[in-house]
């Protein structure tokens, strides 16, 4: 299935003689709309410009409406405007973390939906985090979202990882899914990065083995099953289905 994107309407626009054609690779790619780094198998990619494009990223709507979310915390439905880079008003009342992606914690470097709250705090999502808040997980990873740092998280063993800013509300930015018995949770930016990592070492034959590096040093306990469970749906969203999984964590 091919798709051209072009006109002044056609956002994210594309030079005229961009073909993107909807292909499967078992391999990592980074979107050239959200610049996000992503483990999705299918994906529109452009032979003649290589580049790639998230399935959701191929021609993004103008306006979304999302709600309730996780915790209600869009109860009031706020609609979502596309630009091609992260808004911050004048009069922002969250200027630290307002370029940074409410969902996944991390900077904005392309595309971002832009809401102001009535309290002037500047919202930006990636597009295909703004594709995760809209459908509220079920169809694109099946696994349910939740804010809140009570918990740290299984794979990065912090509140919060890294790379994400230290000034977003704890009860409202740098969301994750919930895993089993809501106190084993993984960052949704963690949970790309751990799915990434099994998938770069998957090779051709039937070696199923996969190493992982993570990044926590302490309690292993129940871990490796939580983990093999959730990169198994991780594989299986990303279109790879595998019946056994030999897992190491080191
Ligand atoms: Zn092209
Ligand atoms: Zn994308
Ligand atoms: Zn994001
Ligand atoms: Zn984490």
Redesign the pocket.
Known sequence: MAAVVTGPDAKPA??H??RFELKKYNAAFKCEVCRVKSYDTGRYR?D??G?DRHIGCIRLADEIELGPGPNNIFSTSPVFTVFDNPRRGRNSENKKWAKNCLVCGMPIRHYSYHAQTTENKDLNMHPCCAELATFNTNSRVPLELQTGERHSCVWCGKKRPEEASKYGPTDFYCWSYRLTEGKNRIHVHCYTEMVIEALEQLDDDDNRHIVLKRRRSSDRNDLESILREFINIGLNVAGIGFTDIFLDLV
Do not use: I, L, Q
Request: neutral net charge; aromatic residues 0%.
């Open positions: 594309a030079s003689r961009c452009c003649h410009c580049e």
